[in-house]
């Protein structure tokens, strides 16, 4: 008999979280699912019809260390292990930098970078343990490509990009892998009111921020990703050993980062005459 592999999951109540959760569920996994409310993922979920026996929900705040390692401890003493951890809770934010305040900052990277180690550190000392696990994060096209009124949220996907590669050299030694997804527009309700957040107080200043803001708006409910394709990809990326580090989610998402690898060539051929020039004279 195949043990069930266990996983888990932060910002499992909507979005690309929630089909994962789903998939997984129907697939027999055993899934320690967080959200910042469990009866918001249960009601979610009662709405899917999903098989709930295998589910731990557990309500959490990502940026509370302690909170996180609780939920952790739980996860693993519930199931005896953690097979994947996936790092995947997040939200959007579109302003110019000038309109971003100090505290939208300190929210955003709580989220998407301090939630992100805070669940790394809990779930670590486990999969070492065991010699074996894989890490999922979750970053976006956004996390290659920065876009003006994208700034804030590109900041904390940029970081988790590095801190992720960072961390695959670092525990490939402990049996453990590594994969970064990085979606384009999916389906889900990303931009939505309740998932990209807005500046208390805009300018005058900058009107393509608010022609953005409105296309964006109205792109809701057409996007080209489909989330259920996206999760199943993502759940069969996690079985594969040796898998490259990214995970490249829809045709838009190639695109734009196939364009950003060409500029950033084009760049560095441009400086490939000055760049020695602060070198120390050879001797």
Same mark, same amino acid.
């Given at each position: 008999?195949?043990?069930?592999?266990?996983?888990?999951?932060?910002?499992?109540?909507?979005?690309?979280?929630?089909?994962?959760?789903?998939?997984?569920?129907?697939?027999?996994?055993?899934?320690?699912?967080?959200?910042?409310?469990?009866?918001?993922?249960?009601?979610?979920?009662?709405?899917?019809?999903?098989?709930?026996?295998?589910?731990?929900?557990?309500?959490?705040?990502?940026?509370?260390?302690?909170?996180?390692?609780?939920?952790?401890?739980?996860?693993?003493?519930?199931?005896?292990?953690?097979?994947?951890?996936?790092?995947?809770?997040?939200?959007?934010?579109?302003?110019?930098?000038?309109?971003?305040?100090?505290?939208?900052?300190?929210?955003?990277?709580?989220?998407?970078?301090?939630?992100?180690?805070?669940?790394?550190?809990?779930?670590?000392?486990?999969?070492?343990?065991?010699?074996?696990?894989?890490?999922?994060?979750?970053?976006?096209?956004?996390?290659?490509?920065?876009?003006?009124?994208? &700034?804030?949220?590109? @900041?904390?996907?940029? !970081? *988790?990009? $590095?801190?992720?590669? /960072?961390? =695959?050299?670092?525990?490939?030694?402990?049996?453990?892998?590594?994969?970064?997804?990085?979606?384009?527009?999916?389906?889900?309700?990303?931009?939505?009111?309740?998932?990209?957040?807005?500046?208390?107080?805009?300018?005058?200043?900058?009107?393509?921020?608010?022609?953005?803001?409105?296309?964006?708006?109205?792109?809701?409910?057409?996007?080209?990703?489909?989330?259920?394709?996206?999760?199943?990809?993502?759940?069969?990326?996690?079985?594969?050993?040796?898998?490259?580090?990214?995970?490249?989610?829809?045709?838009?998402?190639? &695109?734009?980062?196939? @364009?950003?690898?060409? !500029? *950033?060539? $084009?760049?560095?051929? /441009?400086? =490939?005459?000055?760049?020695?020039?602060?070198?120390?004279?050879?001797?």
């Amino acid at each position: 008999m195949t043990t069930p592999t266990t996983w888990f999951v932060t910002g499992a109540s909507k979005g690309l979280g929630l089909e994962l959760v789903r998939q997984l569920l129907a697939q027999g996994a055993n899934v320690a699912a967080t959200s910042r409310s469990a009866d918001r993922l249960r009601a979610a979920l009662a709405d899917a019809d999903a098989d709930t026996t295998r589910l731990l929900p557990l309500a959490v705040d990502l940026a509370d260390e302690a909170d996180v390692q609780r939920a952790v401890t739980a996860a693993a003493e519930r199931f005896g292990r953690l097979d994947v951890v996936v790092n995947n809770a997040g939200y959007g934010y579109l302003a110019a930098v000038e309109e971003t305040t100090a505290q939208a900052v300190r929210d955003m990277l709580d989220v998407q970078v301090v939630g992100v180690w805070n669940v790394l550190r809990a779930a670590l000392p486990v999969m070492r343990e065991q010699r074996s696990g894989r890490v999922v994060n979750v970053s976006s096209v956004l996390g290659l490509v920065s876009l003006p009124g994208w &700034a804030l949220y590109c @900041a904390g996907k940029f !970081a *988790l990009e $590095a801190m992720t590669e /960072a961390l =695959a050299g670092e525990v490939a030694g402990h049996g453990i892998e590594v994969t970064l997804v990085e979606p384009g527009y999916f389906r889900t309700s990303f931009l939505s009111p309740d998932s990209l957040a807005l500046p208390e107080t805009t300018t005058d200043h900058y009107p393509q921020i608010r022609r953005m803001v409105a296309d964006h708006r109205a792109l809701q409910g057409s996007q080209l990703g489909d989330p259920a394709r996206g999760a199943a990809e993502i759940i069969a990326r996690a079985s594969v050993a040796g898998a490259p580090l990214r995970q490249v989610l829809g045709s838009d998402s190639h &695109a734009y980062a196939t @364009a950003k690898v060409d !500029a *950033l060539r $084009a760049n560095l051929a /441009a400086e =490939a005459d000055s760049a020695p020039r602060t070198d120390h004279p050879a001797a």
